[in-house]
């Protein structure tokens, strides 16, 4: 069993960056895909970003491509999403996930989920 914590929400200007972690208890942190998911208020959750249990793939959602880095440290037990280039567009509460299954862009393929954090970006 994996536990998920998420730190490092705020308030930010559009166009500033902030850096999301998530923190893992359990052994197995380094056998689980991990996903960034966020949802915004009266929305659906939806995928931010991926990153294969290897470490050696990501995907992103095309909204946060090119802005958004989705990284892990496995000594750490930690998954880290350095978000640059803000948008207001992009205000919401956003979570970790680990799982084993595919595709990891559905939150079908998470076992386990944080409790989330918030970000807020004002124009």
């Known amino acids: 069993q994996v536990q998920l914590v998420e730190s490092g929400g705020g308030l930010v200007q559009a166009g500033g960056s902030l850096r999301l972690s998530c923190a893992a208890s359990?052994?197995?942190?380094?056998?689980?895909?991990l996903g960034w998911f966020r949802q915004a208020p009266g929305k659906e959750r939806e995928f931010v970003a991926a990153?294969?249990?290897?470490?050696?793939?990501?995907t992103y959602a095309g909204s946060v491509k090119g802005r958004f880095t989705i990284s892990r440290d496995n000594a750490k037990n930690t998954v880290y999403l350095q978000m640059d280039s803000l948008k207001p567009d992009d205000t919401a509460d956003y979570y970790c996930?680990?799982?084993?299954?595919?595709?990891?862009?559905?939150?079908?393929?998470?076992?386990?989920w944080g409790q989330g954090t918030q970000v807020t970006v004002s124009s």
């Open positions: 990153i294969h249990y290897s470490g050696k793939s990501t």
């Open positions: 996930a680990a799982g084993r299954n595919f595709p990891l862009s559905s939150t079908l393929a998470y076992a386990y």
């Open positions: 359990g052994r197995a942190f380094s056998s689980h895909n």
